[in-house]
């Protein structure tokens, strides 16, 4: 006992705490760039764990261990016909399987959850396997064919749709392009870079913009800003900011007081505000208020059965992986704001702002309200839309109109009030006329 106190004491901690220093401390590296590819945070989970999972293939390495079997044998399949292509082209699989195994430490990087002690070799073949697979079933649905090797059951295009976007399910875009470079001979490519990228928003159906706002990390990334790419002015370095009534140094509370004082869609419709769908080819961020005719113009959106999956994932992503961008989160926060019940949907459905495939008018309402309560107001995009929607209702006219609406509203289905407003318009009819004197009397 006496010698390991001694020996304890002889223990100089300066020494210590520098080997703890030059062994733990100094050999860390900060990553070329900041994992893009995650698990969902906890608190996303509750309720909604199943949106985030693969429900017929799993892409990437997070799930691949869960996969069945008959979806690993389909995408052998689609290895060895990409390979086939490979040779047509000109290229071999020794060429394949250079590139992947290079751009290892690169993919590593991309994932935030990914099994340290996995190899090389089955990372390599998990790329390989899912990057040929993707690419397999983006050809294939641009050839308007179906991929029929090694499944006796064929997967609905929807949920191979919904699972190629969500947030575990993914694969570095980098994998694909090195994929599509190798099928045209190119090691630049922004021919290849395009092409791919058409591919890949025509499996979605979603029409290619003209301008995209960022190079896409992967398939889910290339889908946010397809759908919200918005003309960002040059001087902000691609990075889209809120309107300037949203001065950045005011705080979190200005911009949040924009959004106590919005209305609901049938509130602005009281107030006499028109509400126009508009085209969704320009994006669906492109929301537009006219003062002069008090015209409200939103981008059409199509509510179906993958569109919950599709925004859950599109939320998470935005808040966790795009520091720069709160355009879709501010989308949130805005029809959340236009839809507090029921009636508000229909307001919106008679305006064909939302197309709806399903006719649970109730799951509409709860859409946009439960993913809100996750999203701050910072930054919202569409602050100076907002305030000017709430000064018009503000003013005299619509005021007014509003307030009539309402009266009549609240009474034209009580027939005791009905009828007490006909005794009282009569007997101030009656009043008028014993109260009245001609000249000259």
């Not at 370095?237 to 209305?263: D, L």
């Not at 008090?294 to 992986?321: A, C, D, H």
């Not at 107001?377 to 006219?397: K, L």
């Amino acid at each position: 006992m006496m010698e390991q106190k001694e020996k304890s004491a002889r223990i100089d901690p300066s020494i210590e705490l520098l080997k703890f220093i030059e062994e733990k401390i100094e050999i860390l590296e900060l990553p070329l760039e900041q994992p893009f590819i995650r698990k969902v945070p906890k608190e996303f989970l509750n309720g909604h764990a199943k949106i985030y999972e693969p429900i017929s293939i799993s892409i990437g390495p997070l799930y691949y261990k869960m996969e069945e079997e008959p979806a690993k044998e389909f995408k052998k399949w689609c290895l060895k016909d990409f390979i086939d292509r490979l040779k047509k082209k000109g290229s071999s699989k020794k060429e394949l399987v250079g590139v992947i195994l290079g751009m290892q430490q690169q993919i590593r990087e991309c994932y935030g959850d990914l099994d340290h002690d996995m190899s090389d070799f089955m990372l390599g073949q998990i790329m390989l396997l899912d990057g040929c697979f993707i690419m397999e079933l983006f050809r294939h649905r641009d050839l308007g064919k179906d991929m029929v090797h090694g499944s006796k059951e064929k997967v609905p295009l929807v949920t191979l749709q919904q699972d190629l976007l969500k947030i575990e399910n993914q694969l570095p875009f980098s994998v694909l392009k090195t994929l599509a470079n190798l099928l045209e001979k190119s090691n630049s490519g922004n021919n290849t870079t395009e092409g791919l990228i058409k591919l890949a928003l025509g499996f979605f159906n979603i029409p290619k913009p003209k301008d995209l706002r960022t190079k896409p990390r992967h398939l889910l990334e290339l889908v946010l800003d397809a759908l919200f790419f918005t003309k960002i002015p040059t001087t902000h370095h691609n990075i889209p900011v809120a309107p300037a009534s949203s001065n950045v140094g005011h705080g979190v509370e200005k911009r949040s007081s924009s959004i106590m004082e919005a209305n609901s869609a049938s509130i602005l419709k009281m107030h006499g505000i028109t509400l126009e769908a508009s085209d969704c080819g320009n994006g669906l961020a492109m929301v537009e208020f006219k003062n002069s005719t008090g015209k409200l113009r939103i981008p059409q959106l199509v509510v179906q059965e993958s569109t919950q999956t599709m925004f859950w994932n599109l939320l998470v992503f935005e808040m966790y992986s795009c520091p720069n961008s709160r355009i879709f989160t501010s989308y949130v926060v805005l029809m959340d704001t236009l839809i507090d019940n029921v009636e508000d949907v229909r307001v919106l459905l008679e305006a064909k702002i939302l197309v709806s495939r399903n006719n649970d008018v109730s799951s509409l309402v709860s859409l946009f309200n439960e993913m809100s309560a996750y999203v701050s107001a910072t930054d919202f995009y569409f602050e100076q839309q907002v305030r000017e929607m709430s000064r018009y209702c503000r003013s005299t006219g619509p005021a007014l109109r509003a307030c009539s609406l309402k009266t009549y509203n609240e009474f034209r289905w009580d027939p005791l009030n009905s009828a007490l407003i006909f005794i009282l318009t009569i007997t101030q009819t009656l009043f008028s006329i014993l109260a009245y004197k001609p000249k000259g009397n």
